[in-house]
């Protein structure tokens, strides 16, 4: 809001800015196949379908149409690298079903595929009580 003042009225004035309706969304890369890195492109890709939903009125056709597919979403190379060597699938057939189920599987693991032995993992631990801490 502006305000110019002048010696016998006060004059207010509203500037108004355009600001674009339709700014351009990009869905989320996967850029690496490791947990962490999966974990945050779900919750991205979480958002970007619900934006996506918002701004076409949840109309699930036009959505459906409108969404990046999630075999789009691999940076170049990766796909081809994961299809071949990792999971013996040729990239034609892979369907964005498939890698839902490949991406929930590897969310689903434990980090690096171990559970760590508390029990044993202490029986290592030798405390020595006269020792001060300094």
Request: net charge negative; with cysteine.
């Amino acid at each position: 809001m502006v305000n110019m003042e002048t010696t016998e009225t006060k004059i207010s004035t509203t500037v108004s800015m355009s600001v674009p309706l339709l700014v351009p969304l990009a869905a989320p890369m996967i850029e690496s196949t490791s947990q962490a890195v999966l974990v945050k492109w779900r919750r991205a890709r979480k958002d970007y379908e619900q934006q996506v939903a918002m701004r076409l009125r949840n109309d699930m056709e036009k959505v459906t149409e409108a969404i990046t597919s999630i075999k789009d979403s691999f940076t170049p190379g990766l796909l081809e690298v994961l299809c071949d060597v990792e999971w013996g699938i040729e990239i034609d057939k892979v369907t964005d079903a498939i890698l839902t189920e490949k991406i929930d599987g590897v969310i689903a693991t434990v980090a690096n595929n171990t559970v760590p032995n508390v029990a044993a993992e202490f029986i290592i631990v030798k405390m020595n009580l006269k020792e001060a801490d300094d």
